[in-house]
T-cell receptor
Framework: GQQVMQIPQYQHVQEGEDFTTYCNSS?????IQWYKQRPGGHPVFLIQ?????EVKKQKRLTFQFGEAKKNSSLHITATQTTDVGTYFC?????????????FGKGTKLSVIP | NAGVTQTPKFQVLKTGQSMTLQCAQD?????MSWYRQDPGMGLRLIHY???????DQGEVPNGYNVSRSTTEDFPLRLLSAAPSQTSVYFC????????????FGNGTRLTVT
C-alpha cells in the first residue's frame, strides 16, 4: 500500500532559526496536504498542494510539491515559539476513487526561546 | 457552528468491555473518518465513510466497527476492548470532493487496562 515517509521525527531549534520537514511518498500523489497539531490539540489543516512543482507561502511558511508529485517539504523561516507542534503531511493517492489520505508520522518541532 | 464534536473526551475501559465513541458534524460533510494516533506512529486510518449507508476499511480496521445511518453521525464501536487499543482517537470530516481538507474533532483519549 501507499507509504508516506516524513523526516526528521524530531527537530529542536533555537528561536529565530529555520526549520524544514520533508515528505516522500512511495507512489505518485494526487495532492498533498499539511496539518499542524499543537501539543494536546487536534490536527489543523494548513494548506494543500495539487500541481507538480507547486510552491505556496503563508507568511513565514513555504510549502513545495515535487515535480514528480512524490515529495513535498515545509520550510519555516525564523521560527517563533508559536510554531511549536507536530507537522504532518498527508498524501492522497492518485488512483481514481481513492479517498484515503495517508499521513506521515509527523515532525515534532520544539523551539527554544 | 460546532464543527466536529467527539464524545467522550476521556475513557478508561477494562479488557473485554465494549463502548462506542461518538462523532457528529454539523457541516453537512459527506466524508467522515476515524483515525487513531499513537506515539511515533502518526495518524492511522481505521474506517471511513463517503456518505450515509457507505463505510469502508482503512489501514487498521481490526477490532472496530462503524456505521453511517445519517450524514451527521459516524460512531466507532469497540466490541471487546484490548490494551492494544489504548490510543487517542480522532474523528474527521470533509466536504464534497476527495481533495477537501479534513476537519478534526478534539479527540478521545482511551485507556484500556
Amino acid at each position: 500500500g501507499q507509504q508516506v515517509m516524513q523526516i526528521p521525527q524530531y527537530q529542536h531549534v533555537q528561536e529565530g532559526e529555520d526549520f524544514t520537514t520533508y515528505c516522500n511518498s512511495s507512489t505518485t500523489l494526487s495532492n498533498i496536504q499539511w496539518y499542524k497539531q499543537r501539543p494536546g490539540g487536534h490536527p489543523v489543516f494548513l494548506i494543500q498542494l495539487v500541481k507538480s512543482g507547486e510552491v505556496k507561502k503563508q507568511k513565514r511558511l513555504t510549502f513545495q510539491f515535487g515535480e514528480a508529485k512524490k515529495n513535498s517539504s515545509l520550510h519555516i523561516t525564523a521560527t517563533q515559539t508559536t510554531d511549536v507542534g507536530t507537522y504532518f503531511c498527508a498524501g492522497l493517492n492518485s488512483g481514481a476513487g481513492s479517498y484515503q489520505l495517508t499521513f506521515g508520522k509527523g515532525t515534532k518541532l520544539s523551539v527554544i526561546p | 457552528n460546532a464543527g466536529v464534536t467527539q464524545t467522550p473526551k476521556f475513557q478508561v475501559l477494562k479488557t473485554g468491555q465494549s463502548m462506542t465513541l461518538q462523532c457528529a458534524q454539523d457541516m453537512n460533510h459527506e466524508y467522515m473518518s476515524w483515525y487513531r494516533q499513537d506515539p511515533g506512529m502518526g495518524l492511522r486510518l481505521i474506517h471511513y465513510s463517503v456518505g450515509a449507508g457507505i463505510t469502508d476499511q482503512g489501514e487498521v480496521p481490526n477490532g472496530y466497527n462503524v456505521s453511517r445511518s445519517t450524514t451527521e453521525d459516524f460512531p466507532l464501536r469497540l466490541l471487546s476492548a484490548a490494551p492494544s487499543q489504548t490510543s487517542v482517537y480522532f474523528c474527521a470530516s470533509s466536504g464534497r470532493g476527495r481533495d477537501s481538507p479534513l476537519h478534526f474533532g478534539n479527540g478521545t483519549r482511551l485507556t484500556v487496562t
